[in-house]
């Protein structure tokens, strides 16, 4: 549910969105990386096996994803 609910708020947002395998040097060369589950819901990656992510940070799109998905978290659920 949460790697959907991304999916759509890219599109919504004009953020393109590419499903694909990933070798371990696509992951260490990206702008960002973020990771999706149930548990977690959106969880930036800044390292990976000692190896900094870009500026070791989230980054802005990141930044923005976690941010909705916190207020997603604290919105009212639908009724009816």
């Not at 953020?15 to 977690?40: K, P």
Request: with cysteine; net charge positive; charged share 25%.
């Amino acid at each position: 549910a949460v790697r959907e609910w991304v999916m759509r708020w890219a599109g919504e947002n004009s953020i393109a969105v590419e499903v694909r395998d990933l070798s371990l040097a696509d992951a260490r060369a990206a702008d960002e990386v973020f990771l999706t589950n149930s548990m977690w819901g959106v969880l930036p990656v800044v390292k990976i096996a000692d190896s900094p992510i870009a500026a070791a940070a989230p980054g802005p799109v990141t930044r923005r994803l976690c941010r909705a998905w916190a207020e997603r978290l604290r919105a009212p659920a639908a009724t009816g």
